[in-house]
Structures are given as C-alpha cells and as structure tokens.
C-alpha cells in the first residue's frame, strides 16, 4: 500500500475522493499519482484546436489539484499525468501494467467535454483492474476510520495478500474489523477459516444473518447499525460481489449506506 491511483475529472466530487485519497496516503505513508482523461469529439478540422483548448484547460486544473496534494504530502509523493483516451480502459491499464496498489476514485462527476464518473465508470474500472478499488460515494468526506466491515461469502479467500489493504487499513487507523456473512440456506457453510487466520493482526469479530432480506439490504443495514466508515468486498469472477451488482451500472446501489467502498481482487 505505497502507490495510489487517483482519477480525477477536476468535478467537486472527485476532489472530494482526492481529498480522501491524500489522507489515507497519509496515514499509509504511500504516494499519489493523479490522473486525467480526455476525449475530443469533434471533425477533424477542428481536431487540433479542440485537443489543445482541452489539454490546456485539463493542465490549469491539474496543477490545483497537484498543488492542493502537495501541500499534504510534498513533492516527492505526488504526481500527475493527463492522458488522451477513454476513461476506464485508461485507468485499468494504468494500475494494471504499473506497480500501484490501490486506485481510489469517485462515483459520480463533472458533465460537458469532461468524461463523466458514474456509477457506470466505477463498475467498468472494477470490471477491469486487476488492482484494488477503493470508491468514494458522492460528497463523503474524510473521517477517522474506526469500523470497518468485511462483507463475505463461504468462499474466504484463496491467498492471505488479498485481504493485505484492508489489514494494512485496519492496522495505521487502529479500526475494528467486522466480519458480515449472510447465511444463504442449507449448503452454506458459514465463513471460511482462513479469513480469522489472515485476520489475526488485526482487532476482528464475526456476525451472522439468517434473515429473509435481500443481500444488498443486508450489508447496507448492518454498515449502518454499527456505523461502519468503509465497507470491504472480494471481487470473484460470478460472485458474491455480481450477486449485489447484477443489474449493468448499479455500483452506486451499495452507497445506499454512504460510505467508501473497498473492492478486493481474487483472481
């Protein structure tokens, strides 16, 4: 956890999930690299101009946001990039082929010529990154993090670095890891013992739900009750995670309970 992956479309939003990124960057010791990402729509007459209005626009506001990182972190641990593409296969590619350890962007974003962050955008990048995702719901801010749930399935983990975000979270903050599993009838299994192993370092307890209510439902009362600052999930291919996900673009159902949400990836 020493390299974050931060988009930005430059929206109040995103600077509120750059914001968040720069404390957490903080609190782990780690680095930034902002980025930004642009498209031109235009004939090709007007291709040129457009590029450079937009380029030359993205660089004004970049070095805001640079200035605004750098001010926390210093020079040394932030830096920006702008980039010409589309947004999710830009970001995905990025993490993927460079040594970051999280990306953390937001849900929601700017209109016109920006490219907009969606829910959509949130669910293409977790589709895609073969890195950690941490996304911020819509105007959250910053909080010392106290409690966090672990929301998973029968399945646990198949390797212990998986869960090494959320162990190196829980350690710097000194939060309670509450471990959420929702007993889906007869051949469940309950969660697997390898997640209070990986767990040990940290303070952790378990909790069971054998009621009716709709998975989704579930997580999102239970991040409230015990007012959770961050809610983390393992991303499987078919999984628990598309379970809660499995209508197109409804990332953004989960913020039903308004707080950050950190997708691990099990490969």
């Given at each position: 956890?020493?390299?974050?992956?931060?988009p930005?479309?430059?929206?109040?939003?995103?600077?509120?999930?750059?914001?968040?990124?720069?404390?957490?960057?903080?609190l782990l010791?780690?680095?930034?690299?902002?980025?930004?990402?642009y498209?031109?729509y235009?004939?090709?007459?007007?291709?040129?101009?457009?590029?450079?209005?937009?380029?030359?626009?993205?660089?004004?506001?970049?070095?805001?946001?640079?200035?605004?990182?750098?001010?926390?972190?210093?020079?040394?641990?932030?830096e920006s990039?702008i980039v010409?593409?589309?947004?999710?296969?830009?970001?995905a590619?990025?993490?993927?082929?460079?040594?970051?350890?999280?990306?953390?962007?937001?849900?929601?974003?700017?209109?016109?010529?920006?490219?907009?962050?969606?829910?959509?955008?949130?669910?293409?990048?977790?589709?895609?990154?073969?890195?950690?995702?941490l996304?911020?719901p819509?105007g959250?801010?910053?909080?010392?993090?106290?409690?966090?749930?672990?929301?998973?399935?029968?399945?646990g983990?198949?390797v212990?670095?998986?869960?090494?975000?959320?162990?190196?979270?829980?350690?710097?903050?000194?939060?309670?890891?509450?471990?959420?599993?929702k007993?889906v009838?007869?051949?469940?299994?309950?969660i697997?013992?390898?997640?209070?192993?990986?767990?040990?370092?940290?303070?952790?307890?378990?909790?069971?739900?054998?009621?009716?209510?709709?998975?989704?439902?579930?997580?999102?009362?239970?991040?409230?009750?015990?007012?959770?600052d961050?809610?983390?999930?393992?991303?499987?291919?078919?999984?628990?995670?598309?379970?809660?996900?499995?209508?197109?673009?409804t990332?953004?159902?989960v913020?039903?309970?308004?707080?950050?949400?950190?997708?691990l990836?099990?490969q």
């Amino acid at each position: 956890m020493k390299k974050f992956l931060v988009p930005t479309d430059f929206s109040e939003n995103a600077t509120k999930a750059v914001q968040y990124a720069t404390e957490l960057a903080l609190l782990l010791e780690a680095s930034i690299t902002l980025v930004h990402t642009y498209r031109v729509y235009s004939t090709s007459g007007m291709f040129i101009s457009v590029e450079s209005y937009l380029k030359k626009d993205a660089a004004r506001q970049m070095l805001e946001t640079y200035e605004m990182v750098e001010k926390k972190l210093g020079k040394e641990k932030v830096e920006s990039k702008i980039v010409r593409g589309d947004t999710i296969p830009v970001i995905a590619d990025m993490a993927n082929k460079n040594d970051y350890d999280l990306i953390i962007m937001g849900t929601q974003g700017a209109g016109g010529l920006e490219e907009i962050f969606t829910g959509t955008t949130t669910n293409g990048v977790l589709k895609k990154s073969q890195k950690p995702v941490l996304a911020i719901p819509e105007g959250f801010e910053y909080a010392p993090i106290e409690t966090i749930v672990l929301a998973i399935d029968q399945k646990g983990v198949s390797v212990s670095k998986i869960l090494a975000p959320l162990v190196k979270i829980a350690q710097k903050s000194e939060a309670h890891v509450r471990i959420f599993h929702k007993d889906v009838g007869e051949n469940d299994t309950g969660i697997d013992p390898s997640i209070e192993m990986y767990l040990e370092s940290v303070s952790h307890s378990f909790h069971y739900d054998l009621d009716d209510d709709h998975l989704k439902e579930s997580i999102n009362q239970f991040v409230k009750d015990y007012k959770a600052d961050m809610l983390v999930m393992v991303r499987r291919q078919r999984s628990f995670l598309e379970e809660v996900f499995h209508v197109s673009a409804t990332t953004r159902e989960v913020f039903n309970s308004s707080i950050p949400l950190l997708v691990l990836i099990d490969q």
